[in-house]
């Protein structure tokens, strides 16, 4: 039971690279990028949580309750605001792909070569 | 390389890691029990030190602010990125309309669409500006807030289309906005520098525990931040937006009547 928090991070990490690997479709390869990121935050989530504690905002309770930790809580946040940046990021990139190549499919891609 | 190459070379590396996850998994330290003593310590003493409820804001704002930095500039290089690559291909010569493929019958909106739009943009961006707000006290600051702001712009989209939008949302705006934020930020984290203190120092007043203005500096920082947020976030929605701008010799009619 200890161990299933970080079994899902692993399991999210897993089916997204599953879905890069097979990814037919830029689109798609940055929908299973976001799953993949979305392990991080179960994991870091998972090492913030203690039982039985509060949410670190002292409004309701007073401060000296025990609360989560909220460094992780944090971070997390980073990541979320980060990764949308990058995905809109990566999603401009791949429009770009699709109006100099024709084709969003990565297989159909080849290696640009030098213009002589 | 072929399907099969692809899948058995993942399949034999997911394999070889399987093992070290779950060795790495047994070893992390126990679910629910306390990992650091740095997040318990800044529970423990920073309600006190500078008297806001919410700790996730002062780890981000405070405490460790200047990693925040960081993340914004971070955003702004992510936004600028795409803000850049979009544009530089769009290229001049297209009208400000929607582009729309010949013959295919546009439906207007119906009337309770844009009612139910406009109210809901009015109120959604009031609540983005509560939870930018209330940053210090109650869960939320400029991070989530800015988001919800720039997404009330979307209702905007919705409910006005896309001529609506472009009067609206504009880009130079949204670009001062977000720029705006992001300096100063860097101005909060500088000011303290000419007193000798450390960057990002505390030397606001701190107001008091539960109040709307609690936490000094991290009142501005975390206005910035909200302002840098949903800049780049209004700006990179509206990037991807002019992409269905259409070619401007194209004979289109008006497709936004209603």
Known sequence: ?116 | MSERGRLAMLLAALLLLAPVAWQVALALPAFGFPTSAYGQTINALVPHMRRVSNMVAAVNFDVRGFDTIGEELMLLAATTGATVLLRGSRGENIGDRAARLPGRHLAGRADGTVLVCRAAAILLMLFGVYVVLHGTVTPGGGFQGGVIVASSLLLVYLGEGYPAWRRIARAPVLALVEGLGAFAFVVAAAVPLAWGRPALSNILPLGTWKDLFSGGTMVVVNAAVGFAVAGSFGLILGEFMEETRGPEDEDMPDEEHR
């Open chain 1, 1 to 116: 039971m200890n161990v299933l928090p970080w079994i899902v991070a692993a399991w999210l990490f897993g089916i997204g690279l599953y879905g890069i690997v097979t990814s037919r479709n830029y689109v798609h390869l940055i929908g299973c990028l976001s799953v993949c990121q979305s392990a991080t935050y179960v994991l870091l989530l998972g090492i913030g949580f203690v039982w039985g504690s509060k949410p670190p905002v002292f409004y309701d309770h007073p401060p000296g309750t025990p609360a989560v930790d909220p460094i992780l809580h944090a971070l997390v946040l980073t990541d979320i605001v980060v990764g949308a940046a990058v995905t809109a990021l990566l999603l401009a990139i791949a429009l770009q792909v699709q109006k100099r190549r024709g084709t969003i499919d990565p297989r159909r891609l080849r290696p640009m070569r030098d213009p002589e």
